[in-house]
């Protein structure tokens, strides 16, 4: 069993910089893949990165991640299992970023889709104003 907490969503400005965290709870969290979905008002939930969960993230990095092409690079994700904690680095903000960002962990990398995943966070808001 694995419980996620979200944090780190709030307001901020176009252009502006957010970390959100993913703290999870469960012996066995540094063997799931954590991803990031966001679900904006009227819209179907939608995948934003995915980190696997090798231990060793400093060896190649590229291959431990899977980002939305929507993203345009300005996404980062990383984790840190000493912690049990996902992070996801937003940079350059805009107003349709604007969603409740979700994480999830499951067995699955790549995966891109909700039903790849067994546990869900409730989220963390996240505004961007014009």
């Known amino acids: 069993q694995v419980q996620l907490v979200e944090s780190g969503g709030s307001l901020v400005q176009a252009g502006g910089s957010l970390r959100l965290s993913c703290l999870a709870s469960?012996?066995?969290?540094?063997?799931?893949?954590v991803g990031w979905f966001r679900q904006a008002p009227g819209l179907d939930r939608e995948f934003v990165a995915q980190?696997?969960?090798?231990?060793?993230?400093?060896?190649?990095?590229?291959?431990?991640?899977n980002y939305a092409d929507s993203t345009e690079g300005r996404v980062t994700i990383s984790r840190d299992n000493t912690k049990n904690t996902v992070y996801l680095q937003m940079n350059s903000l805009k107003p349709e970023d604007t969603a409740v960002y979700y994480c999830?962990?499951?067995?699955?990398?790549?995966?891109?889709?909700?039903?790849?995943?067994?546990?869900w966070g409730r989220g963390t808001q996240v505004t961007v104003s014009s």
């Open positions: 999830a962990a499951g067995r699955r990398f790549p995966a891109s889709r909700e039903l790849e995943y067994d546990y």
């Open positions: 469960g012996r066995t969290f540094d063997t799931y893949a």
């Open positions: 980190i696997r969960w090798s231990a060793n993230i400093t060896i190649f990095p590229d291959s431990i991640t």
